[in-house]
């Protein structure tokens, strides 16, 4: 009958077939008892379920919003008649954050668009967990047989735009997650200017260097056949700002670029997807942090599997191009020697200690925000440390003054504080409940 009734209404407008279509697929449905996805999907398409193919794509983490988001659009334009996606269970929607806004987005149904709708043909449009993996979803195409190729190019069609200019994870800063399976957020990383950092200017230069792999120098390369994938591994100790020139040269990428934060736990857990979701979000950073907690070295404690994970995704068979890898770890002597050589780490960035003259300009930024604490003698105070101390320790020092003293906060004041040794953290001794 719903063949019939296409095949009566093919020479009059598409606003009358798409009404007249949704009026049969009701009653049809109703004499049917069309309450499962099966009957579902033939009723819609008005042939028994062995004339029925399915085209079938798993979903990432990220593409799978993306796909909701077209889905959400295109029956926000032609109100189709919405089924269940698997047996007979109600459709179900979440709630999702995007740019701020919570949206309203499928999460598992089926929806009939009549041909000229959605596509050309008459068709079902599918989302649904997949039944062999946890927590992972496909798009499914269904069409009629005769229609099975150009399902299978609407399929394509749909995901060459979540992959590309429809996901919205894209030119964003996202923080990974693994509970246990990849998850990505979406965070705000405010933009940090490289001004705002004290370091010698050959940290900065070898950093640009390799930056140009996926920036100004990636077209070259890749015509080169030299690729434009670039690792680089920040070593020095705590404190001293690796993590913070992680997130200045995120924020100068961000927007053209995507950016992955990846802490140990997400690393140790699924640092494969991450790597994976990389090939649908354009030119990407990948921020790992701790590294020395992911991977470690060779037969220390069951991380062989780990470090044979992290050798594949950055050197293996398979490549990530235009992907911008930033790790950092305190002290790289643990790391197994097949991680830190060419082409998994091409660059490594010692951040040290520094000097008196680098410690005193750093005071001197902090003390800007304090009322009247220009007057303070910056290069006696820095001399004044009786060790190294990195810009974290300068810090706290500060916080200490002015939690002690308010804003009188003066050359006297700092050189007590330092003296007093309560800025350095002690090693815990004693007996604690």
């Not at 806004?101 to 000229?116: D, Y």
């Not at 010698?200 to 120098?217: F, G, K, M, S």
């Not at 002597?333 to 960035?349: E, G, M, V």
Request: hydrophobic share 45%; glycine share 8%.
């Amino acid at each position: 009958m719903t063949s019939e009734v296409h095949e009566s209404l093919s020479g009059e407008p598409e606003s009358v077939r798409r009404t007249v279509a949704a009026i049969a697929h009701l009653l049809l449905g109703a004499s049917r008892s069309a309450t499962t996805a099966d009957a579902f999907v033939s009723t819609s398409l008005g042939v028994s379920s062995g004339d029925v193919v399915c085209a079938t794509e798993l979903l990432t983490v990220s593409t799978r919003p993306a796909v909701a988001a077209i889905l959400a659009d295109d029956m926000s334009t032609w109100n189709p008649p919405v089924g269940p996606a698997e047996d007979s269970c109600p459709p179900t929607w979440e709630r999702t954050e995007i740019d701020g806004t919570s949206v309203s987005l499928p999460k598992e149904l089926a929806v009939f668009f009549v041909g000229g709708s959605f596509a050309p043909i008459d068709v079902v449009v599918c989302l649904r967990e997949a039944s062999f993996m946890n927590d992972q979803f496909e798009l499914r195409i269904y069409t009629r047989t005769v229609d099975a190729e150009a399902g299978r190019a609407l399929l394509a069609q749909t995901m060459t735009a979540a992959r590309g200019p429809r996901n919205f994870f894209r030119g964003r800063v996202l923080q990974a997650t693994a509970k246990p399976v990849l998850g990505l957020a979406i965070v705000d990383l405010p933009r940090q200017d490289r001004s705002n950092l004290v370091l010698p200017a050959e940290v900065w230069n070898e950093l640009d260097t390799n930056i140009a792999a996926v920036t100004t120098r990636a077209d070259l390369m890749r015509q080169l056949g030299l690729g434009t994938s670039r690792g680089v591994l920040l070593t020095g100790p705590p404190g001293v700002g690796k993590s913070a020139v992680s997130r200045v040269v995120a924020g100068e990428l961000m927007g053209d670029a995507t950016v992955i934060i990846v802490d140990a736990l997400a690393g140790s857990r699924a640092l494969r997807s991450i790597y994976e979701e990389t090939r649908y979000l354009g030119r990407t950073v990948v921020i790992l942090e701790d590294l020395d907690l992911i991977i470690g070295t060779r037969g220390s404690g069951g991380r062989n599997e780990l470090l044979a994970e992290f050798l594949t995704v950055l050197d293996g068979t398979r490549q990530y191009d235009d992907v911008l890898t930033i790790a950092s770890t305190n002290d790289p002597k643990p790391l197994d020697s097949a991680a830190t050589r060419s082409a998994r780490f091409d660059a490594i960035i010692e951040i040290d200690y520094p000097d008196t003259a680098a410690t005193a300009e750093i005071l001197r930024r902090i003390l800007t925000s304090i009322p009247g604490a220009d007057a303070v003698d910056c290069h006696t105070v820095a001399r004044s440390f009786a060790s190294a101390v990195s810009g974290a320790d300068v810090r706290e020092t500060v916080r200490r003054a002015v939690l002690e003293h308010g804003t009188a906060v003066t050359t006297q004041v700092l050189l007590r504080t330092i003296a007093d040794g309560r800025w350095r953290a002690a090693e815990l001794t004693g007996q604690y409940l």
